[in-house]
């Protein structure tokens, strides 16, 4: 319990208070629920420091007759380092406490408290890893991906990466032969946007990173603030087809900046994840036995030897999966079979950490693809933290090592244990 002035209860002297306890005063002032006459006074010194470099903050101490000179020192000392820890991290230079008692990193954060309530209340409903959440997060992709800096340098519109065009030229985004079915979750997020004070880009990136926090395993993806209005829509033709080549794959996504490996990171995505439009007579039929879970299970079942189609087979875009109710897109089969791609995508079996880092750093270069980093405000603080994962790497039942088609010509695929029981179908993402 920390009394409601951490900086005078403490019982060392505080002129030789060294970094470490600097460091847990941080941690404290980022975690404490404070009492009001001491949220205060905090608060008002975080701003005072901000504005000045520590020095007004005089006013504020000296007004509070019980602190001596040399308590005030060290004060002064503590709120220095933590004003530059804040810097450190980037673009934050304000803690504050919002209205409704919850604080965050920067003032300006507040405002996505209460739209992080009503989604995960009324687009979430009530914070699930259902179809909304799958649904929003291919949305920050859609979004995002329309980003073409080798269109810029022929002298035409690029695109203007994650700005929400996709929301506002609706009309036009939402036709685009890539864009089946998105039109859905567009709609869905309209009137939140309308309702709050948030432009489309923020939200559709905010409401990703909120929805994946509800999937069991998912990293806490960053979440920057602060992107402007679209201008223009973006270009057709940006967007990757599951029918496209890796060869046409890798160069789209290497115009938008990313790698192979971080094309790879990028598709754990597709672990929450099912297809409506792929085979229209299946909707929700998803791309593993897991897709409420955040897990490695994508990276196993992708690579199980291609038996069957789930519904009428014949879809542009899909090749045979291993299992009754589970579809596999053309383009993830490849990918986990190309010589540049396979052993990055078998790396992330049975490895939740690399699963969730390597994910959350793509992401964060995804989800400010036309902006610069340091015009946007940190309010990852903002975004709930997942639950662990739940589940533990397994073969499906009645499958076994037999049926992986080995890609990675270096390492051999990890050994993992076989679900108990006969081949099982895997159920459909129930709409919601
Ligand atoms: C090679 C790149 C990619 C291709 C070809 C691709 C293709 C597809 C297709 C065809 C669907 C099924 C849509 C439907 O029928 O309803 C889908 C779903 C999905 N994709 Fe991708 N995708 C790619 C990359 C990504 C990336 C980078 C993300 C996110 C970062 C993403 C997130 C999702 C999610 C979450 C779904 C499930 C949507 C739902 O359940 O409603 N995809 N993707």
Redesign the pocket.
């Given at each position: 319990m920390i009394g409601p002035r951490p900086w005078v209860a403490s019982s060392s002297p505080l002129g030789t208070v060294q970094s470490a306890r600097d460091a847990d005063f941080e941690r404290k002032l980022q975690t404490r629920p404070y009492a009001s006459a001491g949220r205060r006074r905090v608060y008002k010194l975080e701003r005072d420091d901000e504005q000045t470099s520590g020095h007004s903050s005089l006013k504020a101490v000296n007004a509070d007759s019980v602190v001596s000179f040399k308590m005030f020192k060290a004060l002064v000392s503590f709120a220095v380092v933590a004003a530059s820890l804040q810097f450190a991290n980037g673009a934050v230079i304000r803690r504050a406490t919002c209205s409704d008692g919850r604080t965050t990193a920067n003032a300006a954060c507040c405002a996505l408290f209460p739209i992080l309530d009503d989604i995960q209340a009324n687009l979430f409903d009530g914070g699930e890893c259902g179809?909304e959440?799958?649904?929003?997060?291919?949305l920050?992709?859609?979004d995002?991906?329309g980003f073409s800096p080798a269109l810029t340098a022929q002298g035409k519109f690029g695109g203007g990466g994650a700005d929400g065009s996709i929301v506002v030229f609706s009309d036009t985004e939402t036709v685009f032969h890539?864009n089946?079915?998105?039109d859905?979750?567009v709609d869905a997020q309209k009137p939140f946007i309308a309702k709050h004070n948030i432009t489309p880009g923020d939200f559709i990136q905010f409401a990703?990173a909120v929805g994946v926090s509800n999937c069991p395993g998912a990293p806490q993806l960053q979440f920057l603030f602060g992107r402007p209005a679209p201008v223009q829509a973006s270009p057709d033709l940006l967007?990757?087809?599951?029918?496209?080549s890796v060869d046409k794959?890798l160069a789209?996504?290497a115009d938008a900046g990313f790698s192979p490996a971080e094309?790879v990171a990028?598709?754990?995505?597709?672990t929450?994840?099912?297809?409506?439009?792929?085979?229209?007579s299946i909707?929700?039929t998803?791309?593993d036995s897991t897709?409420g879970h955040f897990d490695t299970q994508f990276f196993i079942e992708t690579q199980l030897r291609g038996t069957l189609f789930p519904g009428t087979g014949g879809n542009q875009?899909e090749v045979e999966s291993p299992l009754r109710g589970e579809?596999r897109?053309?383009?993830?089969s490849e990918?986990a079979r190309d010589s540049r791609t396979a052993c990055e995508w078998q790396s992330f079996v049975n490895n939740q950490a690399k699963l969730q880092n390597s994910?959350k750093a793509?992401?964060a270069k995804?989800a400010i693809l036309g902006h610069s980093a340091n015009t946007l405000v940190d309010c990852s603080d903002i975004i709930p933290t997942p639950k662990p994962a739940d589940s533990a790497a397994h073969l499906p039942a009645g499958l076994s090592h037999n049926d992986i088609e080995q890609a990675c010509a270096t390492t051999t695929f990890p050994t993992l244990p076989t679900d108990p029981g006969p081949v099982t179908s895997v159920p459909a993402?129930p709409p919601s």
């Open positions: 179809e959440v799958h649904e929003s997060l291919r920050t992709f859609h995002a991906i890539a089946g079915g998105i859905d979750i990703g967007i990757p087809e599951p029918f496209d794959i789209r996504f094309v990028l598709l754990a995505s597709h929450v994840a099912a297809a409506d439009h792929v085979d229209p909707p929700g998803p791309f897709p875009g579809i897109l053309q383009s993830d990918l994910f793509a992401m995804l993402v």
